[in-house]
């Protein structure tokens, strides 16, 4: 019994360190182009949010995570990669 509850008390903290919330820079462009291209932030967000959970998996960012070398999940990585594939300029 005391191994079910170490196990859920681990799973229960490890989903916590998975959520990601991008910083972004929403003033100006992102520098790589010649006009503003992120007009939609919000829903933007929302889009790679989901596209992100859909495409990755409780194991799978684990295993990203242990072999990244900034300790990052596979969410966040499609998060960030898509929100600046969009024209955000994303700080973290």
């Not at 462009?29 to 933007?44: I, L």
Request: glycine residues 4%.
């Amino acid at each position: 019994m005391n191994k079910l509850w170490m196990t859920a008390i681990f799973c229960t903290l490890l989903s916590a360190c998975a959520t990601y919330d991008p910083i972004m820079d929403t003033s100006g462009r992102s520098g790589t182009f010649q006009t503003s291209k992120a007009e939609e932030t919000t829903n933007d967000q929302q889009h790679c949010k989901l596209l992100a959970k859909e495409n990755s998996s409780f194991f799978g960012n684990i295993i990203s995570w242990i072999e990244s070398p900034e300790a990052e999940t596979k969410q966040t990585t499609i998060h960030r990669k898509c929100l600046t594939n969009r024209g955000h300029s994303v700080l973290n």
